[in-house]
C-alpha cells in the first residue's frame, strides 16, 4: 500500500475551522465540502490537488472542534496522506475512523518542502522525498490499519465484516 504526490505544506496549529470552515458546514456532501478545504490558508489547493497528493504539516494538525468534516473534506479531496509533526487527537481518530491514512513523522514534517514529490510506502514504513533522496522511518501501518483505511473507514471496515 502506497501513495505517491506533490506536497503542499503548512505550519503548527492547522485547525478544523482553517481545513473546511465552519461556514460550509451545511452539508453533509464529502465532494461540495472538497471543494472549500484549506480556502483559508491556501486558495489554490482544492483546485489544484491531485489524488494522491501529500499535506506536510507542523505539530497540532487538526486542533480545534471534533468535526469528521476536516479530515473528510482532505480526503474527499484525494489527498493520499497526512504527514505532521504530530495531530490533535480527536482529529488523528476522526481521519483513521473515515479511512484518511496520517502518519507522524516529525523529521519528514520539517524537512520535507512544498512542490517535492513524495512517496508514502504503508506497509515497509517509510517515506521518501523524491526531489531531495532523503527518506524516512516511520511506522508501518499493521495490517488492520490497512484494511480499514481500504474499506473506507472503520464503519465500511466493520460493515464488511
Known amino acids: 500500500m502506497k501513495t505517491r504526490g506533490t506536497v503542499f505544506r503548512y505550519g503548527d496549529n492547522v485547525d478544523t ?5 465552519a461556514r460550509y458546514l451545511n452539508t453533509p456532501d464529502a465532494s461540495e465540502l472538497a471543494t472549500h478545504c484549506m480556502e483559508d490558508i491556501d486558495q489554490q489547493f482544492a483546485r489544484t490537488v491531485k489524488s494522491g497528493d501529500i499535506v506536510v504539516a507542523g505539530r497540532n494538525f487538526g486542533c480545534g472542534s ?40 516529525p523529521a519528514a514534517a ?23 533522496g532523503q527518506r524516512f522511518a516511520v ?23
Request: charge should be negative; charged fraction near 20%.
Open 110 to 132: 520539517e524537512a520535507v518542502e512544498a512542490g517535492h514529490t513524495v512517496t508514502v510506502d504503508f506497509v515497509a514504513g517509510e517515506i521518501t522525498d523524491e526531489t531531495t
Open 17 to 21: 475551522d482553517v481545513i473546511i470552515p
Open 66 to 105: 471534533s468535526r469528521e468534516h476536516a479530515p473528510l473534506a482532505i480526503k474527499a479531496c484525494g489527498v493520499g496522506c497526512v504527514v505532521a509533526a504530530s495531530f490533535a487527537r480527536i482529529f488523528y481518530r476522526n481521519a483513521l475512523n473515515i479511512g484518511l491514512p496520517i502518519l507522524e513523522c
Open 139 to 161: 511506522e508501518p501501518f499493521p495490517p488492520f490499519m490497512r484494511e480499514l483505511v481500504a474499506a473506507g473507514g472503520l464503519a465500511n471496515y466493520l460493515r464488511n465484516r
